[in-house]
T-cell receptor, first 111, second 117 residues
Framework: TQLLEQSPQFLSIQEGENLTVYCNSS?????LQWYRQEPGEGPVLLVTVVTGGEVKKLKRLTFQFGDARKDSSLHITAAQPGDTGLYLCAGDDQAGTALIFGKGTTLSVSS | GAVVSQHPSWVICKSGTSVKIECRSL??????MFWYRQFPKQSLMLMAT?????????EQGVEKDKFLINHASLTLSTLTVTSAHPEDSSFYIC?????????????FGAGSRLTVL
């Protein structure tokens, strides 16, 4: 069974600070996705990374996929209160299979 | 495109009753649907994978007689929690995998919160 270790599990920071969330595995994934989830709602896809070493940017969010496709990171620059939420990484070993989720990172950004 | 509708959003039931949750792909054909369970402040745990027209594959530790999954068409899968008990109270989320506009898609529903009294 593939496992994704996500850290930190909880993060509470002040507005304007930077943060990084890590997602690591001993397994290789064909793709890795990052989601953000609000309470009482389903996860919303932020980005999908598929190529080892790939870096994608989404405004203040930077996503990186490890060269070996076993790990990924999400970096948020100058966090804002609107970034508060549960961030989930998820990977699959081939298209059409179930996503395996990390334990999630609950981010709280206070003003 | 690639919208998944989940119904109901909220359901409260008495202990011992059964509850059905529907997951529909609105604008694409979902060859595979996945059911997840999520407890407060925790991540999503895969319960089962269902392919249209065949029996669902359940993850280890998930009782197939307790959580009945039916995937009778390419746009609908249902999860029935039978003889629900308070420990079954949780947030249930489905996702659908298929092709829309020529691309592979994987979309999540908005979730269904079940409270068993």
């Amino acid at each position: 069974t593939q496992l994704l270790e996500q850290s930190p599990q909880f993060l509470s920071i002040q507005e304007g600070e930077n943060l990084t969330v890590y997602c690591n595995s001993s397994s290789v994934f064909s793709s890795l996705q990052w989601y953000r989830q609000e309470p009482g709602e389903g996860p919303v896809l932020l980005v999908t990374v598929v190529t080892g070493g790939e870096v994608k940017k989404l405004k203040r969010l930077t996503f990186q996929f490890g060269d070996a496709r076993k790990d990924s990171s999400l970096h948020i620059t100058a966090a804002q209160p609107g970034d508060t939420g549960l961030y989930l990484c998820a990977g699959d070993d081939q298209a059409g299979t179930a996503l395996i989720f990390g334990k999630g990172t609950t981010l709280s950004v206070s003003s | 495109g690639a919208v998944v509708s989940q119904h109901p959003s909220w359901v409260i039931c008495k202990s011992g009753t059964s509850v059905k949750i529907e997951c529909r792909s609105l604008d694409f054909q979902a060859t595979t649907m996945f059911w997840y369970r999520q407890f407060p402040k925790q991540s999503l745990m895969l319960m089962a994978t269902s392919n249209e027209g065949s029996k669902a594959t359940y993850e280890q530790g998930v009782e197939k007689d307790k959580f009945l999954i039916n995937h009778a068409s390419l746009t609908l899968s249902t999860l029935t929690v039978t003889s629900a008990h308070p420990e079954d109270s949780s947030f249930y989320i489905c996702s659908a995998s298929g092709r829309a506009s020529g691309a592979n898609v994987l979309t999540f529903g908005a979730g269904s919160r079940l409270t068993v009294l």
